[in-house]
Nanobody, 126 residues
Framework: QLRLVESGGGSVQAGGSLRLSCSAS????????MAWFRQAPGKEREGVAA????????YYADSVKGRFTISQDRPSNTVFLQMNTLKPEDSAMYYC???????????????????WGQGTQVGVSS
């Protein structure tokens, strides 16, 4: 069974950077997408970035385009989220997820992902 473990969260000032890591227990686990989601208190879980495992194609929410970069290191079964120019509104619990998705337009929808990590907290102060 695929297991995901996130790391790299922390507290930074606005304008700073963080790099999140998601370590998978195996390659893909039969999934074709890996993604990062976030959830702030009182808000719905939001898709941030997704990567198509086979080709490395990437997809982003409008709110993070140009600031966040998702990438993968296939030999180590690790997915990264480089977050630059962080804003206070980026503060949230960040989750890594794996899913098998047919329609690429669904790759930032949390309901399409079946395997989740436990999350890592990101706090951005103004």
């Amino acid at each position: 069974q695929l297991r995901l473990v996130e790391s790299g969260g922390g507290s930074v000032q606005a304008g700073g950077s963080l790099r999140l890591s998601c370590s998978a227990s195996e390659y893909s686990g039969g999934n074709n997408y890996m993604a990062w989601f976030r959830q702030a208190p009182g808000k719905e879980r939001e898709g941030v970035a997704a990567i198509y495992i086979r080709t490395g194609s990437t997809y982003y929410a409008d709110s993070v385009k140009g600031r966040f970069t998702i990438s993968q290191d296939r030999p180590s079964n690790t997915v990264f989220l480089q977050m630059n120019t962080l804003k206070p509104e980026d503060s949230a619990m960040y989750y890594c997820a794996a899913g098998s998705i047919i329609d690429y337009s669904h790759n930032l929808m949390s309901t399409k992902y079946k395997t989740w990590g436990q999350g890592t907290q990101v706090g951005v102060s103004s």
